[in-house]
């Protein structure tokens, strides 16, 4: 019978030993890194993990797919974790990580435009000026409301890399980016004579967050856990403030010198984490 037990215990703790294995050591499936301005993001998602699951890895798909066909995959368990704003439509179908991933740098947005519209920007002086030009955006991104909601003249598409020729072609004026964004998609464009303005920055409280299946409360919770370990241990400052992207856009931004927007924005989920200072950028420590 001490046998049989002793038999039993080893076989249970083999079992309990080889599903905790399984557990920890899971690969899970993210979207492929365009660039810089993804690589720091897969940096983040990789650097939280590391506190609250070292043994999982990250794995990226081998194609780059559009925002909609990411929230249908992660809702089918293909990919495990997207980055996106946050939005209405996401926050429904999916789960939400709620840290801002990039300080709330998403909703400090400054302008690519024509170089041949340089001098027209430079005169914008109030709001009501800038409601002179029309914005470019994605169809389906989640600060597209946001201009929409403050009567910013929008023109959308389906598809990222179609703004650029189409803001060449005059279709629409400017294409706001985010602080970290528009320098490098310049140097990408650099036959289309795109510049980013100097004068103007547009800014409103919106945040991007990693997103998982909405069943998948273990790996929400790892990524938050995580998360919160790397801002309390200074881990997350270190690699934000120290990444040669976000040196060179803080520098090039030029932040002191542009004439400052702020708008509201309506579709702010209600547990937006606001009160947490530690999650924001500070601009006004910035210049």
Same mark, same amino acid.
Request: glycine share 4%; net charge negative; aromatic share 10%.
């Given at each position: ?81 997207? #980055? ?56 389906? #991104? ?137 999650? #924001? ?7």
């Amino acid at each position: 019978m001490k046998v049989r037990r002793q038999t039993f215990c080893l076989l249970l703790s083999y079992l309990l030993s080889a599903f905790l294995f399984s557990v920890n050591a899971q690969t899970i499936v993210v979207p492929k890194v365009q660039g810089e301005k993804e690589q720091i993001l897969y940096d983040i998602l990789a650097l939280a993990l590391s506190k609250s699951a070292p043994s999982i890895s990250l794995s990226t798909l081998p194609e780059v797919l559009n925002e909609a066909q990411l929230v249908s995959e992660v809702e089918s368990e293909s990919v495990d974790v997207m #980055w996106s704003g946050g939005d209405k439509e996401k926050d429904d179908r999916l789960q939400a990580v709620r840290i801002p991933v990039l300080k709330g740098l998403l909703g400090h947005r400054i302008f690519l435009i024509r170089e041949q519209d340089k001098a027209r920007f430079a005169t914008i002086q109030t709001f009501e000026d800038l409601l002179e030009f029309e914005a470019g955006q994605g169809r389906f #991104w989640g600060d597209t409301q946001i201009l929409k909601s403050a009567d910013i003249p929008t023109v959308t598409t389906i598809k990222y890399k179609n703004l650029f020729p189409m803001l060449e072609g005059g279709r629409f004026d400017y294409f706001p980016r985010a602080l970290h964004e528009p320098f490098i998609e310049a140097e990408n464009h650099k036959d289309l004579d795109l510049v980013v303005d100097s004068n103007v920055m547009l800014v409103y409280p919106y945040a991007m967050y990693f997103y998982v299946n909405k069943n998948d409360k273990r790996l929400h919770n790892l990524i938050y856990r995580g998360f919160e370990m790397a801002i309390e241990d200074g881990s997350y400052d270190e690699l934000f403030f120290s990444n040669s992207m976000i040196q060179d856009v803080l520098t090039k931004a030029n932040i002191a010198q542009r004439t400052v927007f702020r708008v509201g924005n309506p579709h702010l989920h209600p547990d937006t984490p606001l009160n947490r200072d530690e999650f #924001w950028l500070d601009i006004e420590n910035l210049k």
